[in-house]
């Protein structure tokens, strides 16, 4: 007989360049013609050629166990029509390859900015409260081939998050 699943709510913050930082960036619009610099995607697109497309995802609540990281590339991710969205990260930390429990966040992320994961970040979503939404997404050609680590919490802690 199994037992049911711990269920450990993830609390949301508002995203902000500075408490993201350490998962990534948060882009925001810039005036045309501004020169490249920090506050722009710092991109690692070199193993592979790169995929930018847009995928519609459905709305599946906010509970996952799941957490997934792709280790050649960064990521990026944005909603279109400016429909707020959340997602769970955790530090890359490369020298292991699971993620730490207790570093693991829940962000909002507001419709008028993208993200960009670094290379190696853990992350759960996207994940919305709308019927549907569409989100660009950047990554190499084969990422989902070839680059998708998953770690499964069900599996190693019988644990499940939940968003709140």
């Not at 690692?44 to 799941?66: A, D, S, T, V, W």
């Not at 290379?119 to 979503?125: E, L």
Request: aromatic share 12%.
């Amino acid at each position: 007989m199994s037992t049911l699943p711990t269920i450990q709510q993830l609390p949301l913050q508002l995203i902000t360049p500075e408490n993201f930082q350490p998962y990534g960036q948060v882009i925001y619009a810039s005036k045309d013609g501004k020169n490249f610099d920090h506050e722009d995607a710092q991109l690692n697109l070199e193993n592979g050629i790169p995929r930018f497309y847009i995928m519609r995802l459905q709305e599946k609540g906010r509970k996952f166990h799941q957490i997934t990281r792709h280790t050649k590339c960064t990521q990026c991710l944005g909603s279109l029509d400016g429909k707020e969205w959340f997602m769970a990260v955790c530090p890359p930390h490369n020298h292991i390859n699971q993620p730490v429990l207790s570093e693991i966040a829940a962000f909002v992320i507001p419709g008028n900015c993208f993200i960009k994961l670094e290379v190696g970040t853990w992350h759960a979503g996207p994940y919305f409260d709308h019927e549907f939404v569409d989100f660009y997404n950047l990554e190499l050609s084969d990422t989902n081939v070839v680059d998708h680590l998953t770690h499964n919490f069900l599996k190693s802690h019988n644990l499940t998050f939940e968003m709140v």
